[in-house]
């Protein structure tokens, strides 16, 4: 059985009292549109904001039932296992008690694995396949598709999708309210949930990475995903109005700007991730930049990482989104596989992040370096 919101919530703040040394709850500021509250939960043996840290969303998407539970269950997992100074496996994908160790102390995780309460309380009784969060339908629309935002629209990244991208560059979003997919919000950060993920970035200035778990294709994806990367012209940005009319269209010579070393930084994060994900069973997730899957605009990954290059003061961020599993609502038996390999991609890119993103870490010859596979001990497409 899936986790429902309550129990989620109660699994954060039951593994908060636990480990009172090595956990913190965290209250997001803002009610959602129901008035539920949500809360976060920081892994980490040190003082808040003393170490790097990694913001783990899950449950952007309502319907997405897997990602909530993995993020949980990693959390449970970690703290187990460095409480009782032993390893973790998931199938083959295995890291020693001196890796978590290492983890633990050396990082701080915010785990938010249920950024989207309203909306999974509403797929999981209501209506399965339910995408966006439970704002109230605006006036004069009546239809059952009218409520609701989808959260992935709604953050401040090239959200006016109108006024930003060309005509033909097929963006997936919309900008009408009853849009029973992607509807992006009357305004960019317009939802209380997306503005609870701008605050947890906002007041822990050392979130240097950001992963969102979606689910299903499956994929791991990197920025950008507004247009196709690029690397050789500074000036072809999403802050360049000139490109508002051409932007986001294939293969035309114009697309997104990513500095050479922050492209080498997020693949070799996302294959890392991708690597320990092959070895829970073999299923190989592949990794591609979030254009490649379709053009978006307000995504939380880009939005995260685009700070930077608004405000050079601000961290950078790197984003992801992994895409688990191929199926919205797998069957448990299934759903427990798929957990696994959202654990080992997260516990990867735990362990590699400082070191490759500062670069102190040496490519092999074909450009990547694959996680550690010592034995431990081990515990039990919709972006």
Request: glycine share 8%; hydrophobic share 40%; proline share 7%.
């Amino acid at each position: 059985m899936y986790l429902n919101v309550a129990e989620i919530e109660s699994a954060l703040t039951s593994l908060g009292s636990a480990y009172p040394g090595a956990a913190e709850i965290i209250t997001a500021p803002h009610t959602t549109h129901e008035g539920r509250t949500t809360r976060l939960l920081r892994v980490g043996a040190r003082q808040s904001d003393e170490a790097p840290g990694i913001l783990l969303l899950g449950g952007v998407h309502a319907r997405e039932w897997v990602p909530p539970d993995a993020l949980v269950s990693l959390a449970a997992d970690l703290l187990e296992a460095h409480g009782s100074a032993t390893g973790l496996g998931y199938g083959s994908s295995s890291f020693t008690a001196a890796q978590v160790a290492r983890v633990v102390e050396n990082l701080d995780l915010f785990f938010f694995p249920c950024v989207n309460p309203d909306g999974r309380a509403f797929s999981q009784s209501r209506s399965a396949m339910w995408r966006k969060n439970r704002r109230p339908a605006p006036a004069g629309s009546t239809g059952p598709s009218c409520a609701g935002v989808d959260l992935n629209r709604n953050f401040d990244f090239l959200w006016d999708h109108t006024a930003k991208f060309a005509p033909d560059a097929d963006v997936h979003t919309s900008d009408s309210p009853c849009d029973p997919q992607v509807y992006r919000g009357p305004a960019a950060a317009s939802e209380p949930e997306t503005r609870n993920v701008v605050w947890a970035l906002d007041h822990h200035p050392r979130i240097r990475w950001m992963v969102d778990v979606h689910s299903a294709v499956p994929v791991i994806l990197h920025n950008w995903g507004s247009d196709q990367n690029q690397s050789t012209t500074p000036t072809d940005n999403f802050r360049n109005p000139a490109l508002d009319a051409v932007r986001g269209r294939p293969d035309d010579g114009i697309g997104e700007f990513i500095p050479e070393g922050d492209l080498s930084t997020a693949v070799e994060l996302a294959d890392r991730m991708n690597d320990a994900v092959r070895a829970v069973r073999g299923v190989d997730y592949g990794v591609e930049a979030a254009y490649g899957l379709y053009p978006t605009s307000g995504t939380s990954d880009d939005y995260a990482y685009c700070r930077h290059h608004v405000d050079p003061a601000a961290t950078k961020v790197f984003g992801y989104t992994i895409e688990c599993g191929e199926t919205f609502q797998p069957v448990f038996g299934e759903a427990e596989q798929v957990i696994r390999e959202v654990s080992a991609a997260l516990l990867a890119l735990a362990l590699a992040a400082p070191d490759v993103t500062d670069g102190s870490v040496e490519r092999s010859q074909d450009g990547r370096t694959a996680p550690g596979r010592v034995a431990g001990t081990a515990l039990a497409h919709d972006m």
